[in-house]
T-cell receptor, first 115, second 116 residues
């Protein structure tokens, strides 16, 4: 069975601080995908990134970066120079790379960025 | 390019009433997923379809829940009769699953259901 653990329930930072959201996963699959989604206060789920299990290169997109470490089954998300607009709940998710690719979500981490 | 469309966005009903949630997936996507989000249980997969065929409904909580996908552009999730514990945000998502193994899964805005 697949499992995603986001141990940080809530994080509070002050604007411009860097913040890292942790994600640890469990799967028996050798090939899988990892995701991050953002859920702002308005409620929609916004896709941020998908990472294939064969690709362990870190990725950077603007102020966002992701660190995938297969050895520790982790896929952490860092926001550099956080902004108030980053305040949201962030979900890490896992899916098999075969079959119908259903998503298993973590419980989410609520990030509050104050001015 | 329209995303996943869900209606209604908000629904308030009384216990015992029938509730129907609707979803229009992104054109060209072959898979459709219904999720439920609650504070206690987080995001849970209820059921998913591939090429309009239900593949796995093991996440559907009870027989009171049913889902259909009569064609590639429409799906419904019905709760009959509704109960207060069904109150949640229901998300529909669509994507493509193919032999390449690559796919996207995009979520609709959700329907916030309140059962009084």
């Amino acid at each position: 069975a697949q499992k995603v653990t986001q141990a940080q329930t809530e994080i509070s930072v002050v604007e411009k601080e860097d913040v890292t959201l942790d994600c640890v996963y469990e799967t028996r699959d050798t090939t899988y995908y990892l995701f991050w989604y953002k859920q702002p206060p308005s409620g929609e789920l916004v896709f941020l990134i998908r990472r294939n299990s064969f690709d362990e290169q870190n990725e950077i997109s603007g102020r966002y970066s992701w660190n995938f470490q297969k050895s520790t089954s982790s896929f952490n998300f860092t926001i550099t120079a956080s902004q108030v607009v980053d305040s949201a709940v962030y979900f890490c998710a896992l899916s098999e790379a075969t079959g119908y690719s259903t998503l298993t979500f973590g419980k989410g981490t609520m990030l509050l960025v104050s001015p | 390019d329209a995303g996943v469309i869900q209606s209604p966005r908000h629904e308030v009903t009384e216990m015992g009433q029938e509730v129907t949630l609707r979803c229009k997936p992104i054109s060209g996507h072959n898979s459709l997923f219904w999720y439920r989000q609650t504070m206690m249980r987080g995001l849970e997969l209820l059921i998913y379809f591939n090429n309009n065929v239900p593949i796995d409904d093991s996440g559907m909580p009870e027989d009171r829940f049913s889902a259909k996908m009569p064609n590639a552009s429409f799906s419904t999730l019905k709760i009959q009769p509704s109960e207060p514990r069904d109150s949640a945000v229901y998300f529909c998502a669509s994507g493509n699953t193919g032999t390449s193994g690559r796919y996207e899964q995009f979520f609709g805005p959700g329907t916030r259901l309140t059962v009084l």
